[in-house]
T-cell receptor, first 112, second 114 residues
Framework: QQQVKQSPQSLIVQKGGISIINCAYE??????FPWYQQFPGKGPALLIA?????SEKKEGRFTISFNKSAKQFSLHIMDSQPGDSATYFC???????????FGQGTRLTINP | DAGVIQSPRHEVTEMGQEVTLRCKPI?????LFWYRQTMMRGLELLIY????????DSGMPEDRFSAKMPNASFSTLKIQPSEPRDSAVYFC????????????FGPGTRLTVT
């Protein structure tokens, strides 16, 4: 119940295209949904985050879409660039705790 | 700010040896987290501290693992004795502002146990 399922495991997108990564959860006690970006040899870094009372959040080329009833949320990267090539993790915070549950990660490759 | 500092960055040891990983959180952050990352299991939370006190250690795989936080600027994760299956990248992260819950990760320690 405390799992977050992420798909796809890997994704290849052409430069300028839209990258879409999906996550689903079961636990309704999750109250915060961040996305982290990780480059090889580095630690994950917060990219963008959303709370369940909002259906969409946009920051530059990055957008989170959140569907509370379906218990799903997704990351959209518009105009994808080679520099976006990284591993992306969705996560969910357990309400009342400073504790994130991470998805398995998606390795994104943007071809030039 | 230098960010979260971890040492060593790489560690190669033989099975049965003691391994100690170190972390210096961002000054002012009152939460500290230890994670393990592997291809098979992804990113797993091992333990976290609040104000130097362990809050949740349910992710610690077994008694061979222990973590301490003697003060607000230092934490250790110890594995004794180490086993090949402990090979992974270990991350330390710190956080403040519980309302936003942004965790800042360190660069990680790549541990290889032969």
């Amino acid at each position: 119940q405390q799992q977050v399922k992420q798909s796809p495991q890997s994704l290849i997108v052409q430069k300028g295209g839209i990258s879409i990564i999906n996550c689903a959860y079961e636990n309704t006690a999750f109250d915060y949904f961040p996305w982290y970006q990780q480059f090889p040899g580095k630690g994950p870094a917060l990219l963008i985050a959303i709370r369940p009372d909002v259906s969409e959040k946009k920051e530059g080329r990055f957008t989170i879409s959140f569907n509370k009833s379906a218990k799903q949320f997704s990351l959209h990267i518009m105009d994808s660039q080679p520099g976006d090539s990284a591993t992306y993790f969705c996560a969910a915070n357990i309400q009342g705790a400073q504790k994130l549950v991470f998805g398995q990660g998606t390795r994104l490759t943007i071809n030039p | 700010d230098a960010g979260v500092i971890q040492s060593p960055r790489h560690e190669v040891t033989e099975m049965g040896q003691e391994v100690t990983l170190r972390c210096k959180p961002i000054s002012g952050h009152d939460y500290l987290f230890w994670y393990r990352q592997t291809m098979m299991r992804g990113l797993e939370l091992l333990i976290y501290f609040n104000n130097n006190v362990p809050i949740d250690d349910s992710g610690m795989p077994e008694d061979r693992f222990s973590a301490k936080m003697p003060n607000a600027s230092f934490s250790t994760l110890k594995i004794q004795p180490s086993e090949p299956r402990d090979s992974a990248v270990y991350f330390c992260a710190s956080s403040h502002d519980p309302g936003r819950r942004n965790q800042v990760f360190g660069p990680g320690t790549r541990l290889t146990v032969t």
